[in-house]
């Protein structure tokens, strides 16, 4: 007569199976980290050292100091021209941080250590311009209408750093009167399908 196996060795085969596959998640968990945490680093260095960003910030913060954001809605000159591009990107670097951040491409730990009070002094300063930017003259041009959308994910980052981000809705300001349209903030936006899932 033979011996049965016993049940542990019939086991055994299934729990190394198992304990395979958690060391495999767990490494694979790890290295996305890690590669979060470096494009995090990446990020932050080449907005602290490159001279493309400097520009952008100083120009940003020139306006931010002399309170000047309302003069770049209808830019009449070539250097305040310049100067609204600069404030552009400068915004759309935050919002493509926030992106990153919101879509666990990049680490808000890491980004929060650094840049957390940054983040939420210039979302607040330029919150009345980004205001400005998110009522847009509709395609016939004869009514005004709201795009919570626009530097959604950058007010979704400075609120989540802070309490005390300004928070942009269509009611934090009054529709502007059609007549006083004039700048290239007032061109109209094409109306985006949802995205599909």
Do not use: C
């Not at 005390?164 to 059609?178: E, I, M, W």
């Amino acid at each position: 007569m033979s011996n049965p196996d016993p049940l542990w060795k019939a086991l055994l085969s299934p729990v190394l199976v198992l304990l395979s596959a958690l060391v495999a998640i767990i490494g694979i968990r790890n290295v996305r980290a890690v590669a979060r945490q470096r494009a995090t680093l990446d990020i932050i260095e080449k907005f602290e050292s490159t001279e493309h960003y400097r520009a952008l910030n100083e120009a940003f913060s020139t306006v931010r100091k002399s309170a000047g954001f309302a003069g770049l809605h209808d830019p009449a000159t070539a250097a305040a021209k310049k100067t609204r591009g600069q404030v552009q990107d400068y915004i759309n670097h935050y919002e493509l941080v926030a992106i990153g951040i919101r879509n666990n491409i990049l680490d808000a730990k890491i980004y929060r250590t650094w840049m957390a009070s940054a983040v939420v002094r210039d979302w607040n300063a330029a919150a009345e311009y980004v205001q400005h930017e998110r009522w847009r003259l509709n395609a016939r041009g004869d009514d005004y209408v709201y795009h919570p959308g626009l530097y959604a994910n950058y007010q979704w980052l400075a609120a989540k750093f802070s309490n005390t981000a300004r928070r942009l809705t269509a009611t934090s300001s009054p529709k502007p009167l059609v007549a006083a349209a004039s700048g290239p903030g007032d061109d109209p936006l094409p109306e985006i399908d949802p995205p599909v899932a």
